[in-house]
């Protein structure tokens, strides 16, 4: 015994049912639309990141610009590298350097939803 296709299927195949096409366009279209605001959202955030990312460089570089300074001047004018200010001068820039590293390390995993 054969059976019968179902003419509800039959009139979808060939396009004839307008309502199962609609709903089909409208899954369609919040789907799309979904994709669009993730992106845009994604786009914003990475944005706000390297933005964050640019402050944070210019704020150590802000700091660190007197330390280079003296690196530099005592580079320069032929001091010894291994004297009193210059380690307090390198411990500086050393524990400025730690400190960036560790905000960083904490924004990253803030901004991935990890727990530090």
Not at 18 to 26: K, S, T
Not at 52 to 81: I, K, N, R, Y
Not at 88 to 104: P, S
């Amino acid at each position: 015994m054969k059976e019968s296709p179902d003419p509800k299927l039959l009139d979808a195949l060939a396009g004839l049912d307008a309502e199962a096409n609609m709903a089909v366009v409208q899954r369609t279209r919040r789907a799309v639309m979904e994709a669009a605001h993730k992106m845009r959202d994604s786009e914003l955030r990475r944005r706000y990141n390297f933005g964050l990312v640019v402050l944070a460089v210019g704020a150590l570089l802000m700091f660190l610009t007197p330390t280079l300074w003296v690196v530099a001047e005592d580079a320069f004018s032929g001091e010894q590298w291994l004297d009193a200010p210059m380690i307090t001068v390198l411990l500086v820039a050393t524990t400025a350097m730690t400190i960036f590293a560790a905000v960083l390390a904490h924004w990253s995993s803030r901004s991935r939803g990890e727990s530090v």
